[in-house]
């Protein structure tokens, strides 16, 4: 067996850096890692990248925080974070997060590393079966060859095999050819010695070249027995349809869009262009514009607005209210679903699937008295929840029992205390477009969507399951990724006590990272409250409610804040959460917010 001239050498490292430089080439710049034993090539590979400058690592104790914090990252940049993590339970842990990216089609790369396979299914320390724990949620799965030394030939042509798996790994994460974005899963078997030095070709990876045209210039060397790989991908070869005709909706039908979760600004655009109304979730990314319906809920329930209903254009996943729901799954009214990263929607089982490149409005007259109602119930139903002005007069007047009246209702309003509607509505308003916002799966974001007006500010949430995992860790992701190069915004995070309580260990950052500006701003009501608005709540008595589902709990999240290292508030009013939203963020805080059952 051939080995290479140099202190210790170790075909798994020579491994590990054959897939992470091409990854880098192919525009990976973000690997977020779980430290283990046998993961050590992948991982000092890994820093050696980050001390050259290639990469930005992350580096998390737990796997299921590592999983959501690069699914923020690709969730906010469009391109997969790398997760690398050692054998066993190590790799269960990244199923949350593959799941989510699965379900609403988020890049994510998993590079899990393993035993060599003669100690699968042998009672092995740290062993079980690897590959296919994530099938059917990816998008490309490859179990690799254990990497070892043998003539230069095979060497070389192991080299090329690494670089052509890291080539459709990320062209299946981006949904080139499949469509849409997702995970995928690399296994990565190794044997002692785990790691060595540096292959003596390893430099820092230049910008990022051909990946087609590497496969290519390997062909010869390629051999079947190690890797039948699918064809990579180009620096500019980007997700696309081959048929560039635009689908074409005619203006005819009374006519809604729907914008669910990461429908995004085309939905607004859309909802322009044809002059239709706009129902548009606070998690869409398309909550602006002169079309948009307030209090859409009880305008879908009105017969007269949704119950006339012949038509629904659909982007995004919907998901928020049983008003959308119930109007996609009637089989009386035509939906059209486009494109979108997540699964196919149909919830009637004739819904049409549009998967074109672009949407156009056919020729035709507006039906303007069908939008004309929607913007006028739209108009009546707007609410206003920014405190009143003070009033100037009676607080200059000479007159004192002017003076006083205006002095104790600016007091009453300074003094009143937070509901979960001014809590959403200053969370909302402190938001502006170079930030981003958060939502968790909790029940403010319901109270968000039902009463938030238009704002063009970019939204992100965790929608593809609408679990409470990771939450915090997703956010983290998508603050790391959004504020790199100095650019400016604070990532805000709205979640309830539950959801921050499940995701805990997202509140652990290494001391040598870069801290994020990242608010997290906690409505607590000391337990799931959600349930109060479902059926269970009129079925349960108190005491199963309680244990069961509302789970009431006694933390003190000023004490996690102080272990984790976050500067936390507690605030009670509005213009005391006013403040603290607004006042300059140079790192990590914590803003708890309680709330009343």
Known sequence: MSRPERGLASAATDAAAALLTRLVELGVSHIVLSPGSRSQALALVAAELERRGAIRLHVRIDERVAGFTALGIGRETGMPAAVVCTSGTAVANLLPAALEAHHAGVPLLLLTADR?????????????????????????????????????????????????????????????????????????????????????????????????????????????????????????????????????????????????????????????????????????????????????????????????????????????????????????????????????????????????????????????????AWMQASREAMVDLAPPAPDADGLSSAVPQERLGAIAAELAVVRAPLDRAALVDAVWRATWPHDRLVFGSSRLVRVADEVLGGKKVPVHANRGLAGIDGTVATATGIAVASQGEERPGVTRVLLGDLALLHDVGALLLPPGEDEPRIQVVVGNDHGGTIFDGLEVAGIAGAEAMDRVLLTPHAVRLEHLALAYGWEYRRVTTRSALDQALTSPVGGRQLIEVPLER
């Open 116 to 372: 060599p396979p003669e100690l699968r299914g042998v009672g092995a320390n740290q062993t079980t079966r690897q590959p296919g724990m994530f099938a059917p949620n990816v998008r490309f799965e490859a179990d690799l060859p254990v990497p070892q030394y043998a003539d230069a030939a095979e060497d070389a042509e192991r080299g090329a095999m690494f670089r052509r798996v890291a080539e459709d790994a990320v062209a299946a994460a981006l949904g080139v050819g499949l469509r849409p974005p997702g995970p995928v899963h690399v296994n990565l078997p190794f044997r002692e010695p785990l790691a060595g030095d540096l292959p003596a070709w390893f430099g820092v990876p230049g910008p990022a070249g051909t990946a087609t045209e590497a496969s290519e210039e390997s062909e010869d060397e390629a051999s079947g027995a190690l890797y039948q790989g699918g064809g990579g991908i180009g620096e500019s070869d980007l997700p696309d349809d081959p048929d560039d005709r635009p689908f074409v909706l005619e203006p005819g039908p009374r006519t809604v869009v729907v914008a669910g979760a990461d429908a995004g600004p085309g939905a607004e655009e859309l909802a322009h262009a044809g002059s239709w109304p706009l129902i548009a979730e606070i998690v869409s990314g398309a909550r602006f514009g002169r079309h948009l319906v307030h209090g859409y809920r009880a305008l879908l329930r009105d017969a007269e607005l949704g119950g006339r209903v012949e038509r629904v254009v659909v982007l995004g996943h919907p998901t928020l209210s049983r008003e959308v729901t119930a109007l996609l799954s009637d089989p009386g009214v035509e939906v059209i679903a486009l494109r979108g990263p997540g699964e196919p929607l149909n919830l009637n089982g004739s819904t049409t699937a549009v998967d074109a490149v672009a949407v156009a409005v056919g020729p035709g007259e507006a039906d303007r008295a069908w939008l004309g």
